[in-house]
Nanobody, 114 residues
Framework: RFVESGGGLVQPGGSLTLKCEGSGNIVNAHVMAWYRQAPGKERELVASFTESGPTNYYPDSVRGRFIILGDPTKNTISLQMHDLKLEDTAVYYC?????????WGQGTQVTVSS
């Protein structure tokens, strides 16, 4: 399972850091990632991390503002989010691939509002 933390309410322009730690069956994950899902929208990949390091993929909407850090071999990743915008409001989910299995966290709410 995952332990996700760091979500909350923040004003536009503010920063938050999300953290995710896997345990139990999630060992030696070779991929860990953050997804998000805004109301009425599909879930989208925000950032990912492999055994080789961050993939450097970020959607245009967050590139330059979000940074993924972590160590999948220790089953931990974090997502630093800066200059947050109203449209970043979403539930953020931790995701991992360990062996042949995929795992999703329960999600943590991020709300950007003035």
């Amino acid at each position: 399972r995952f332990v996700e933390s760091g979500g909350g309410l923040v004003q536009p322009g503010g920063s938050l850091t999300l953290k995710c730690e896997g345990s139990g069956n999630i060992v030696n994950a070779h991929v860990m990632a953050w997804y998000r899902q805004a109301p009425g929208k599909e879930r989208e990949l925000v950032a990912s991390f492999t055994e080789s390091g961050p993939t450097n993929y970020y959607p245009d909407s967050v590139r330059g503002r979000f940074i993924i850090l972590g160590d999948p071999t220790k089953n931990t990743i974090s997502l630093q989010m800066h200059d947050l915008k109203l449209e970043d409001t979403a539930v953020y989910y931790c995701f991992a691939i360990s062996g042949a299995m995929q795992y999703w966290g329960q999600g943590t709410q991020v709300t950007v509002s003035s």
